[in-house]
């Protein structure tokens, strides 16, 4: 039960972080001024989204851990973070971003990332 409510807790996290450092390179007409206010605001905007994703991965790595009574080592908790944040952002591009492509090599990279996550978990 550790391990699932670990993985979704991952997913709800990824999602905020994603959005939080992603959304707002959606293409918007009043978005073309890069003033300090503009960034400002942008900041803080995505300061408060990214709130949420400590709720979910603190939490996620509390249960998670090891040393916790969880069944993953450290290690083995970021490399499910990393997978679940490529996931996320690969779903997250395509819907949001349609103009953005997925290459061979990207699928090759992402190839070498679950071989990374088979050897970090093979006894």
């Keep these: 039960m550790r391990i699932l409510i670990t993985i979704a807790l991952l997913i709800v996290s990824n999602s905020f972080m994603t959005y939080a450092w992603y959304g707002h390179l959606k293409e918007q007409p009043e978005d073309k ?8 605001t942008t900041i803080l905007i995505s300061w408060g989204i990214a709130f949420f994703e400590y709720i979910f991965m603190v939490p996620a790595n509390k249960i998670g851990y090891q040393g916790n009574g969880g069944p ?3 290690i083995q908790l970021k490399i499910i973070q990393e997978v679940t944040s490529i996931i996320i952002f690969m779903i997250f591009s395509l819907i949001f971003f349609k103009g953005e492509v997925f290459k061979w090599n990207h699928a090759v990279a992402f190839l070498l990332i ?9 006894k």
Excluded at 33 to 40: E, Q, Y
Excluded at 115 to 120: T, W
């Design 72 to 74: 993953f080592s450290l």
């Design 33 to 40: 001024k890069t003033g300090i206010w503009v960034f400002a």
């Design 114 to 122: 679950l071989i990374a996550v088979y050897l970090v978990f093979k």
